[in-house]
T-cell receptor
Framework: DGGITQSPKYLFRKEGQNVTLSCEQNLNHDAMYWYRQDPGQGLRLIYYSQIVNDFQKGDIAEGYSVSREKKESFPLTVTSAQKNPTAFYLC??????????FGPGTRLTVL | AQSVTQLDSHVSVSEGTPVLLRCNYSSSYSPSLFWYVQHPNKGLQLLLKYTSAATLVKGINGFEAEFKKSETSFHLTKPSAHMSDAAEYFCVVSGSGGGYNKLIFGAGTRLAVHP
């Protein structure tokens, strides 16, 4: 069953703590993306990766980091430098020049 | 630069009546356009896409959209709303990302369907 999985579904972070969100795809897509969604603001691009071992900053990369060591995996770390991390985080993947396919999302809440 | 504007943040319809969700875009070249749907606490699902073929695009669940270049619009319609259509809808334009398909999202339209 092909698709994109994200874990955990819900995540709670304490002040000053780093947390890592998982994203895995078995669609054999080269490109992967991380978005942040806040109410009434649509989706904003955090990071994207077009190929293994390469990634670029999106529009709101400050306070986040990523890695792309395997084609199937694109984890996102929310660092303590991100001052307002409470949001819904969506991972996506795509083949070249095509629409993006989205995972089910992770809701992060700061305690 | 590409941009997209969804003209209504909220739309409310009765079950069985038509749905119209409005979207205008700005693009310096012929764009690819998409409509995605998101149910609460879920990921986004592609409803339909326009990629410079037929201007009337049919999607899943009875939705369709018409690309009108002269009006720079890509409105989403459905003849008869169902309760299960209640969700948030995003109009999206594909921008020139220097080799990757950067998507630019509208702010979303929340559709409510009443019995």
């Amino acid at each position: 069953d092909g698709g994109i999985t994200q874990s955990p579904k819900y995540l709670f972070r304490k002040e000053g703590q780093n947390v890592t969100l998982s994203c895995e795809q078995n669609l054999n897509h080269d490109a992967m993306y991380w978005y942040r969604q806040d109410p009434g603001q649509g989706l904003r691009l955090i990071y994207y990766s077009q190929i293994v071992n390469d990634f670029q900053k999106g529009d709101i990369a400050e306070g986040y980091s990523v890695s792309r060591e395997k084609k199937e995996s694109f984890p996102l770390t929310v660092t303590s430098a991100q001052k307002n991390p409470t949001a819904f985080y969506l991972c996506a993947s795509s083949p070249p020049s095509s629409e993006q396919f989205f995972g089910p999302g992770t809701r992060l809440t700061v305690l | 630069a590409q941009s997209v504007t969804q003209l209504d943040s909220h739309v409310s319809v009765s079950e069985g009546t038509p749905v119209l969700l409005r979207c205008n875009y700005s693009s310096s070249y012929s764009p690819s356009l998409f409509w995605y749907v998101q149910h609460p606490n879920k990921g986004l699902q592609l409803l339909l896409k326009y990629t410079s073929a037929a201007t009337l695009v049919k999607g899943i669940n009875g939705f369709e959209a018409e690309f009108k270049k002269s009006e720079t619009s890509f409105h989403l319609t459905k003849p008869s709303a169902h309760m299960s259509d209640a969700a948030e809808y995003f109009c999206v334009v594909s921008g020139s990302g220097g080799g990757y398909n950067k998507l630019i999202f509208g702010a979303g339209t929340r559709l409510a369907v009443h019995p």
